[in-house]
């Protein structure tokens, strides 16, 4: 059974930082694709960054500079460092893998920036 288990979020003022985790079980991490995606009110679900299993990293262009996406396969986990963070960043903020075509979602984690 996949499992991905988010951690990290909160409230932070523009400019400030945060860190998200996501914790994976239930697949060969070190094999897999990890992503993060965003969803702010009333908006669809977005892509922000992914990292592949050999640790290629693509970003969208609203994150590209700020955003970092790294993974550690020892301990199962993909990070999203989000620096010099802005009021469009709020959302709720998923990790996802795919094992087999199916997709896999965390649970999410409310980032909000403001002042």
């Known amino acids: 059974q996949v499992r991905l288990v988010q951690s990290g979020g909160g409230l932070v003022q523009p400019g400030g930082s945060l860190r998200l985790s996501c914790a994976a079980s239930g697949i060969n991490f070190k094999l897999h694709a990890m992503g993060w995606y965003r969803q702010a009110p009333g908006k669809q679900r977005e892509f922000v960054a992914n990292?592949?299993?050999?640790?290629?990293?693509n970003y969208a262009d609203s994150v590209r500079g700020r955003f970092i996406i790294s993974r550690d396969n020892v301990w199962m986990r993909t990070y999203l460092q989000m620096n010099s963070l802005k009021p469009e960043d709020t959302a709720i903020y998923y990790c996802?893998?795919?094992?087999?075509?199916?997709?896999?979602w965390g649970q999410g984690t409310q980032v909000t920036v403001s002042s």
């Open positions: 996802r893998t795919t094992r087999q075509s199916l997709a896999y």
């Open positions: 990292i592949t299993s050999s640790s290629d990293t």
